[in-house]
Each structure stands twice: as structure tokens, then as C-alpha cells.
């Protein structure tokens, strides 16, 4: 199933952006044969909290100047003060307005998607509170995407990592709450397999509602390859190397998987 020319249609992020300036991340990824990019919504390169929007909007024309789309934006789920399972009031009415702001710089830019995981879930608190309120965040997040024309898609985790949202039968939970088709799924590869699950069940439990497949290696990427359905997704693969040996050279990474594609 390696097609010649796959990396047009793989969609690859700027977590370099701590090392590299942004127009170096746009040519790379030009240069590499990318042809759509998630834009991660962080510091340096970009500044959005509860109160400000930052005025950086050279993404937008960078992108155009080396023929790549912002298909998608990730607000900094890593380093973000902010979360969607707050129980604190203060804090968490302060999130989903920083949520409201992402979506309002997707809408400037011109992505169409903002594409999140499920952040803030203390183990020390009671779950079942903190689902419902991160369900309560997300259903106001993805009705004020919907009125701005931008997609809301939530990732999941691996059960080995953060877990909170790490299965099937969560996101279902997710999305019966939610009760919004302007809420989409992209799947974390590596944790769906860790979860024992296939394409097919996520695929036959959100018909067209499945955006996007996360890999962390190029091995995983491979090794989807064989799931049943797989064409379905070309064009909504995200990458986030998690081998160091990319953070100095992030185009070597563009360019091996270039060169596996046209295998």
C-alpha cells in the first residue's frame, strides 16, 4: 500500500517551533513535499491566553508564499496553563474563553479545525466530576466552533500515557454528551492499538466523523498501512515525532518519510 507521492496529502506539524523560526518551518515542509500543516498555537512563535490574541499573522501569508495549508490548529496542550477538566471555577471559565480565542485565530488564518486532546484531569479528584465538566467545556467549545466555521476534533491518548481519554468507549461517552456532529475524533495510533482496538470499530462507531490518525514514528505509520480502510484516511495523517534525533534537523524527518512513500 506505499504510494509514490503519499507526503502531498500528510498533514505535519511545527513542534520544532522552539528551534526554528516559522518561515524555516514552512519551507522544510514545502521543500520536504507537505502539502497541509497543523499549526501549533504556542509560544514563541504565538501568544493566546484567556485575554489576548496574539497579532502574529504571518502564518497565514508564510503558508501561502511556500504553497502549504493550514489545515488544522493545536492549541499548546503541553505547556498550556490552561485545561479542559478544571474544577476550579475560576480557572476553567478562564480556559474555555483561551479555547474560544484559538478558535477565533483559526478563523484568522484559515484553518478550518482545531484539533485538542483532553488536558487537566488531576487522578486525585473524583473522574466521573471531572468528565462531566470537561464533556460541559467541550459541548460549549464545539457550539462556538460550529458559529465560526471551524471544527472541533478531539484526540485520544494512549492508556499508558495520559488515559483519561484513551479508549472507544470514552469517546463515545464524549460525544452522546456532547450530543454535536461539529465534534470529530482523531486517533493517537499508537493508542488505539494499546487499547486493543481496530480502525474498523472506531470507523463503524463514528461513521465520518473520524478526521484524523496520529503517529509518533515512522514504524507506526508503516504498520497502519495494513489496517482495512486505511485509504479512507489519505490526507488526514498528523505527525508528531517523538525521536530526538529530529528536534535538530525536523526536515530529516519530512524527507525519510518521503522517501519510505516512494518505496
Given at each position: 500500500m506505499r504510494r509514490?507521492?503519499?507526503?502531498?496529502?500528510?498533514?505535519?506539524?511545527?513542534?520544532?517551533?522552539f528551534y526554528y523560526d516559522t518561515e524555516f518551518f514552512f519551507r522544510s515542509v514545502s521543500e520536504a513535499g507537505a502539502r497541509?500543516?497543523?499549526?501549533?498555537?504556542?509560544?514563541?512563535?504565538?501568544?493566546?491566553?484567556?485575554?489576548?490574541?496574539?497579532?502574529?499573522?504571518?502564518g497565514k501569508e508564510l503558508?501561502?508564499?511556500?504553497?502549504?495549508?493550514?489545515?488544522?490548529?493545536?492549541?499548546?496542550?503541553?505547556?498550556?496553563?490552561?485545561g479542559?477538566?478544571?474544577?476550579?471555577?475560576?480557572?476553567?471559565?478562564?480556559?474555555?474563553?483561551?479555547?474560544?480565542?484559538c478558535i477565533d485565530y483559526a478563523s484568522w488564518i484559515g484553518a478550518d479545525q482545531l484539533n485538542t486532546n483532553v488536558t487537566g484531569a488531576f487522578r486525585d479528584h473524583d473522574q466521573k466530576e471531572i468528565f462531566n465538566r470537561a464533556a460541559s467545556n467541550l459541548r460549549e467549545i464545539t457550539a462556538y466552533g460550529r458559529e465560526k466555521g471551524i471544527k472541533i476534533a478531539v484526540e485520544t491518548e494512549s492508556p499508558y500515557y495520559e488515559g483519561f481519554l484513551a479508549r472507544l468507549c470514552d469517546a463515545k461517552k464524549l460525544?452522546?454528551?456532547?450530543?454535536d456532529e461539529n465534534l470529530l475524533f482523531n486517533i493517537n495510533y499508537d493508542g488505539m492499538k494499546a487499547a486493543g482496538e481496530t480502525l474498523a470499530q472506531w470507523m463503524d462507531t463514528f461513521p465520518k466523523r473520524i478526521c484524523g490518525i496520529?503517529?509518533?514514528?515512522?514504524?507506526?505509520?508503516?504498520a497502519y498501512q495494513d489496517e482495512q480502510r486505511a485509504d479512507i484516511f489519505a490526507g488526514n495523517l498528523l505527525f508528531f515525532p517523538a525521536d530526538d534525533c529530529y528536534l535538530e534537523k525536523p526536515q530529516d524527518f519530512d524527507m525519510e518519510l518521503l522517501r519510505r512513500a516512494k518505496r
Open positions: 509514490a507521492g503519499v507526503i502531498d496529502r500528510i498533514v505535519c506539524s511545527n513542534v520544532h517551533y497541509q500543516v497543523e499549526f501549533y498555537l504556542g509560544t514563541p512563535h504565538i501568544f493566546i491566553d484567556h485575554a489576548v490574541i496574539d497579532d502574529f499573522d504571518k503558508a501561502e508564499k511556500y504553497g502549504v495549508k493550514i489545515a488544522s490548529v493545536h492549541p499548546e496542550t503541553l505547556s498550556f496553563r490552561y479542559l477538566c478544571y474544577l476550579d471555577d475560576e480557572w476553567n471559565k478562564k480556559s474555555v474563553r483561551a479555547y474560544r480565542n460525544s452522546d454528551f456532547v450530543e496520529r503517529f509518533s514514528d515512522l514504524e507506526s505509520y508503516e
